[in-house]
Nanobody
Framework: QVRLIESGGGLVQAGGSLSLSCAAS????????MGWFRQAPGKEREFVAT??????LYADSVKGRFTIPRDNAKNTVALQMNSLKPEDTAVYYC??????????????????WGQGTQVTVSS
């Protein structure tokens, strides 16, 4: 059973920055698609950003503010979040799959999910 272990959430003021990290417990697999989703209270889980092979995709709501670095180690993915807004407040989930995806913004693409880490942005 592959576990995804997230770290880096917390509380920050609007305009601030946070960095999230996710690492898979199993290094023998090759997780070719790894990304981030988030879920705010009372809302559905939504796509944030993902890397599938060499392709990186961002939700329009975070484009220009959030970045997945290209130099991730095997089976890890980071998310650098800048210029945070109160509406970014949510539980952030790492997600991964062994295959490249043509629809990496679709949560159904992913088999493996982390437990989630809370990000709270105060106004």
């Amino acid at each position: 059973q592959v576990r995804l272990i997230e770290s880096g959430g917390g509380l920050v003021q609007a305009g601030g920055s946070l960095s999230l990290s996710c690492a898979a417990s199993d290094r023998t697999l090759s997780l070719l698609t790894m990304g981030w989703f988030r879920q705010a209270p009372g809302k559905e889980r939504e796509f944030v950003a993902t890397m599938s092979g060499g392709r990186i995709l961002y939700a329009d709501s975070v484009k220009g503010r959030f970045t997945i670095p290209r130099d991730n180690a095997k089976n890890t993915v980071a998310l650098q979040m800048n210029s945070l807004k109160p509406e970014d407040t949510a539980v952030y989930y790492c997600a991964a799959d062994e295959y490249l995806s043509s629809a990496p913004d679709n949560p159904r693409t992913y088999v493996y999910w982390g437990q989630g880490t809370q990000v709270t942005v105060s106004s």
